[in-house]
Nanobody, 128 residues
Framework: VQLQASGGGLVQPGGSLRLSCATS????????WGWFRQAPGKEREFLAA???????TYADSVKGRFTISRDSAKNTVYLQMNSLKTEDAAVYYC???????????????????????WGPGTLVTVSS
């Protein structure tokens, strides 16, 4: 599976941005898709994941502001980011996991090790 994130850029605090992750390779519908980010000097942080069934989970830091979605027809995963804060500035990565967990175990996707494929990141800068 090949992943390519795009859509990063400069946005003002309070603004919105939508990231896209174009995928290719194995059937899109069989994976769980996730978004992570890494700010300078910090560890990579889980943001959101959505299974092929449609179950989704979010980190508390972005819940209510970010929305993950997928378009099977376009083999693309999205991360809609609203009410952006300066602390949201980071390199954002999309990832794919072969394993599908039931809804009660979605918290497991917060672990990087659950994801098998990663794409190069896209930079998001939040500044006035």
């Amino acid at each position: 599976v090949q992943l390519q994130a795009s859509g990063g850029g400069l946005v003002q605090p309070g603004g919105s941005l939508r990231l896209s992750c174009a995928t290719s390779g194995r059937p899109f519908s069989r994976f769980t898709w996730g978004w992570f980010r890494q700010a300078p000097g910090k560890e990579r942080e889980f943001l959101a994941a959505v299974t092929w069934i449609g179950d989704s989970t979010y980190a508390d830091s972005v819940k209510g502001r970010f929305t993950i979605s997928r378009d099977s027809a376009k083999n693309t995963v999205y991360l809609q980011m609203n009410s952006l804060k300066t602390e949201d500035a980071a390199v954002y990565y999309c990832a794919a996991a072969r394993r599908t967990y039931v809804s009660s175990s979605l918290y497991l996707y917060s672990r990087e090790s659950e994801f098998d494929y990663w794409g190069p990141g896209t930079l998001v800068t939040v500044s006035s």
